[in-house]
T-cell receptor, first 111, second 113 residues
Framework: GESVGLHLPTLSVQEGDNSIINCAYS??????FIWYKQESGKGPQFIID?????DKRQGQRVTVLLNKTVKHLSLQIAATQPGDSAVYFC??????????FGRGTSLIVHP | NAGVMQNPRHLVRRRGQEARLRCSPM?????VYWYRQLPEEGLKFMVY????????ESGMPKERFSAEFPKEGPSILRIQQVVRGDSAAYFC???????????FGPGTRLTVT
């Protein structure tokens, strides 16, 4: 099955800096990856997704990079704001539509 | 358009009691997914349902847990004879079709005393 994990449990940044959250996956058959943001006491919120036939996708202030060679993806947040403080999960999905979640990275933004 | 709704938001049960968790998907969504999250862990898939059908229950414990999504009304996750290890946050998500993008509810936090 899929195994998805993040490299660091906690990431601290200064407001205005760029943040990079990394994630590794094990299943080469995964063809879809999603990043979620979860604020304290709330459910996960979809941020951005990417399919395996792409290596980069950009949203508003966020960019996801996918490196299939090393089975790695990252979420880049530009000009990080205090409202970005949350736990970020990557998830991978293969033939079924059920994503496998990693453990999460807690992003702390200092004003 | 209201999002995914879950109730209750917090549920306390004593060991041996039953817990019933409800999920109302977003309007127009006929696919429902249940996940469990332990503290500082990612979400673990439990079950995927469409109206009146269980599509995938590979993540569901074989005993004490059941789920349904009737033709009318919310989806229900039922846990019988709860034990302390059932204490967790249970999230429901919905999607309009067999699609990857799922919309999550706020979760039900179950505490077993």
């Amino acid at each position: 099955g899929e195994s998805v994990g993040l490299h660091l449990p906690t990431l601290s940044v200064q407001e205005g800096d760029n943040s990079i959250i990394n994630c590794a996956y094990s299943n080469s058959a995964s063809d879809y990856f999603i990043w979620y943001k979860q604020e304290s006491g709330k459910g996960p919120q979809f941020i951005i997704d990417i399919r395996s036939n792409m290596d980069k996708r950009q949203g508003q202030r966020v960019t996801v990079l996918l490196n299939k060679t090393v089975k790695h993806l990252s979420l880049q947040i530009a000009a990080t704001q205090p409202g970005d403080s949350a736990v970020y999960f990557c998830a991978g999905a293969g033939g079924s539509y059920i994503p496998t979640f990693g453990r999460g990275t807690s992003l702390i933004v200092h004003p | 358009n209201a999002g995914v709704m879950q109730n209750p938001r917090h549920l306390v049960r004593r060991r041996g009691q039953e817990a019933r968790l409800r999920c109302s998907p977003m309007k127009g969504h006929s696919h429902v997914y249940w996940y469990r999250q332990l503290p500082e862990e990612g979400l673990k898939f439990m079950v995927y349902l469409q109206k009146e059908n269980i599509i995938d229950e590979s993540g569901m414990p074989k005993e004490r847990f059941s789920a349904e999504f009737p033709k009318e009304g919310p989806s229900i996750l039922r846990i019988q004879q709860v034990v302390r290890g059932d204490s967790a946050a249970y999230f429901c998500a919905s999607s309009p079709s067999t699609a990857y993008e799922q919309y999550f509810g706020p979760g039900t936090r179950l505490t077993v005393t």
